[in-house]
Nanobody, 129 residues
Framework: QVQLAESGGGSVQAGGSLRLSCAAS?????????IGWFRQAPGKEREGVAAVYNAGGSEVYADSVKGRFTISHDNAKNTLYLQMNSLKPEDGAVYYC?????????????????????WGKGTPVTVSS
Protein backbone atom coordinates (compact mmCIF):
# COMPACT_ATOMS: atom_id res chain seq x y z
CA GLN A 1 0.00 0.00 0.00
CA VAL A 2 1.48 3.29 -1.11
CA GLN A 3 1.45 6.01 1.53
CA LEU A 4 2.82 9.53 1.66
CA ALA A 5 3.08 11.20 5.05
CA GLU A 6 3.85 14.90 5.40
CA SER A 7 5.29 16.54 8.49
CA GLY A 8 6.96 19.77 9.51
CA GLY A 9 4.12 22.22 9.18
CA GLY A 10 3.45 24.84 11.82
CA SER A 11 3.05 28.51 12.57
CA VAL A 12 5.74 31.06 11.81
CA GLN A 13 6.03 34.79 11.41
CA ALA A 14 6.54 36.39 8.04
CA GLY A 15 10.16 36.12 7.01
CA GLY A 16 10.63 32.86 8.86
CA SER A 17 11.44 29.39 7.58
CA LEU A 18 10.01 25.89 7.74
CA ARG A 19 11.14 22.57 6.35
CA LEU A 20 8.49 20.11 5.28
CA SER A 21 9.14 16.39 4.93
CA CYS A 22 7.25 13.70 3.03
CA ALA A 23 8.00 10.11 3.92
CA ALA A 24 7.02 7.57 1.28
CA SER A 25 6.18 3.95 2.09
CA UNK A 26 4.96 1.04 0.03
CA UNK A 27 7.11 2.04 -2.93
CA UNK A 28 10.57 3.46 -3.36
CA UNK A 29 10.55 7.11 -4.27
CA UNK A 30 12.83 6.57 -7.22
CA UNK A 31 10.06 4.61 -8.98
CA UNK A 32 7.89 7.68 -9.33
CA UNK A 33 8.36 9.66 -12.50
CA UNK A 34 7.50 12.82 -10.61
CA ILE A 35 6.99 13.79 -7.00
CA GLY A 36 6.20 17.18 -5.59
CA TRP A 37 4.49 19.59 -3.26
CA PHE A 38 1.11 21.22 -3.63
CA ARG A 39 -0.77 23.61 -1.38
CA GLN A 40 -4.34 24.62 -0.83
CA ALA A 41 -5.43 27.75 1.00
CA PRO A 42 -8.99 28.18 2.29
CA GLY A 43 -11.35 28.97 -0.56
CA LYS A 44 -8.72 28.40 -3.22
CA GLU A 45 -7.85 25.58 -5.56
CA ARG A 46 -4.95 23.26 -4.88
CA GLU A 47 -1.87 24.52 -6.69
CA GLY A 48 1.50 23.07 -7.52
CA VAL A 49 4.42 24.53 -5.59
CA ALA A 50 7.47 22.52 -6.58
CA ALA A 51 8.29 19.13 -8.05
CA VAL A 52 11.14 16.91 -9.15
CA TYR A 53 10.91 14.73 -12.23
CA ASN A 54 13.03 13.13 -14.92
CA ALA A 55 14.49 10.61 -12.44
CA GLY A 56 15.15 13.43 -10.01
CA GLY A 57 17.29 15.32 -12.48
CA SER A 58 14.87 18.18 -13.06
CA GLU A 59 13.00 20.57 -10.82
CA VAL A 60 10.19 23.00 -11.37
CA TYR A 61 8.84 25.75 -9.12
CA ALA A 62 5.77 27.92 -9.15
CA ASP A 63 6.67 31.52 -9.92
CA SER A 64 5.34 32.61 -6.53
CA VAL A 65 7.97 30.58 -4.65
CA LYS A 66 11.02 30.75 -6.91
CA GLY A 67 14.09 31.86 -5.03
CA ARG A 68 12.46 31.17 -1.65
CA PHE A 69 11.58 27.47 -1.67
CA THR A 70 13.85 24.54 -2.41
CA ILE A 71 12.75 21.00 -3.11
CA SER A 72 15.07 18.10 -2.43
CA HIS A 73 14.92 14.35 -1.98
CA ASP A 74 16.83 11.65 -0.18
CA ASN A 75 16.29 8.34 -1.91
CA ALA A 76 18.09 6.45 0.85
CA LYS A 77 15.51 7.74 3.32
CA ASN A 78 12.68 7.60 0.78
CA THR A 79 11.84 11.16 1.77
CA LEU A 80 11.03 14.38 -0.07
CA TYR A 81 11.67 17.79 1.47
CA LEU A 82 10.57 21.35 0.93
CA GLN A 83 12.70 24.06 2.48
CA MET A 84 10.65 27.23 2.72
CA ASN A 85 12.44 30.51 3.45
CA SER A 86 11.28 34.12 3.57
CA LEU A 87 7.75 32.96 4.18
CA LYS A 88 4.90 35.34 3.42
CA PRO A 89 1.35 35.35 4.80
CA GLU A 90 0.11 34.27 1.38
CA ASP A 91 2.17 31.07 1.71
CA GLY A 92 -0.18 29.92 4.45
CA ALA A 93 -2.02 26.78 3.34
CA VAL A 94 -2.23 23.05 3.80
CA TYR A 95 0.75 21.54 2.01
CA TYR A 96 0.42 18.17 0.32
CA CYS A 97 2.97 15.75 -1.01
CA UNK A 98 2.02 13.93 -4.21
CA UNK A 99 3.56 11.39 -6.55
CA UNK A 100 2.80 10.24 -10.04
CA UNK A 101 3.89 7.90 -12.82
CA UNK A 102 3.13 10.05 -15.84
CA UNK A 103 6.14 10.34 -18.14
CA UNK A 104 6.98 12.85 -20.81
CA UNK A 105 5.86 15.94 -18.92
CA UNK A 106 8.12 18.93 -18.56
CA UNK A 107 8.15 22.31 -16.89
CA UNK A 108 4.91 23.75 -15.58
CA UNK A 109 2.94 20.70 -16.70
CA UNK A 110 4.61 18.79 -13.87
CA UNK A 111 2.82 21.08 -11.42
CA UNK A 112 -0.65 20.14 -12.61
CA UNK A 113 -2.42 18.08 -9.98
CA UNK A 114 -4.35 15.91 -12.43
CA UNK A 115 -1.15 14.06 -13.31
CA UNK A 116 -0.56 12.79 -9.78
CA UNK A 117 -1.77 9.43 -8.54
CA UNK A 118 -0.98 9.42 -4.83
CA TRP A 119 -1.49 12.09 -2.20
CA GLY A 120 -0.64 12.58 1.43
CA LYS A 121 -3.08 13.99 3.96
CA GLY A 122 -1.34 17.33 4.22
CA THR A 123 0.38 19.43 6.84
CA PRO A 124 -0.81 22.96 7.68
CA VAL A 125 1.39 26.04 7.45
CA THR A 126 0.36 29.35 8.96
CA VAL A 127 2.33 32.53 8.37
CA SER A 128 1.48 35.57 10.46
CA SER A 129 2.32 39.11 9.46
Amino acid sequence: QVQLAESGGGSVQAGGSLRLSCAASGITMSRYSMIGWFRQAPGKEREGVAAVYNAGGSEVYADSVKGRFTISHDNAKNTLYLQMNSLKPEDGAVYYCAAGFRVGLRGDLVLRREYYNYWGKGTPVTVSS
